[in-house]
């Protein structure tokens, strides 16, 4: 590659990556700007930076919702080019959040209002059963007539 080149490309690249940057950091917490004040809300992540490796510790993404109304929740998780990758398991909180995640949720956003029915979206950090790379990955949550996105990363 000649010096000019590299020159070049450094010019594009760089502008390209702090565009990224600025599109990834606006994602962060969307979903609470979308769904206030309706039936579906979402409350934030529990889990947001996983390190899928089986030793019991991050292995699994894992976001909080209150759902009132149980209302239909499709959780779908998107890598950096768009495409789809993975979904999330939607967990409703049958036994009024008294164990693991759900009541981690309730811990961490504690209810502000009633009716308040936590529930729990997750991903396992896993692409068609196999280990997903390391890297950003984006999620869609969608419930009611709200459109909600967030970044979630895996570590390796």
Not at 42 to 69: E, H, Q, W
Not at 71 to 99: C, E, F, N, P
Not at 114 to 128: A, Y
């Amino acid at each position: 590659m000649t010096k000019s080149n590299s020159g070049l490309l450094r010019r594009l690249f760089i502008p390209a990556g702090a565009a990224l940057a600025a599109v990834l950091a606006g994602t962060l917490e969307t979903g609470r700007v979308h769904a206030q004040a309706r039936g579906f809300q979402f409350l934030g992540a529990l889990v947001r930076v996983i390190t899928p490796n089986g030793d019991g510790k991050n292995d699994v993404a894992i976001l909080c919702a209150n759902n009132p109304k149980d209302s239909g929740v499709s959780a779908t998780i998107y890598d950096l080019r768009g495409r789809r990758a993975a979904g999330m398991a939607h967990i409703r909180d049958a036994g009024g959040g008294v164990a693991g995640a759900h009541k981690a949720c309730r811990d961490k956003y504690p209810p502000s209002s009633s009716p308040i029915q936590i529930d729990v979206l997750q991903w396992d950090g896993t692409i068609n059963g196999r280990a997903a790379a390391g890297g950003v990955y984006l999620y869609r949550i969608q419930a009611e007539d709200s459109t909600l996105t967030g970044t979630v990363a895996v570590a390796r």
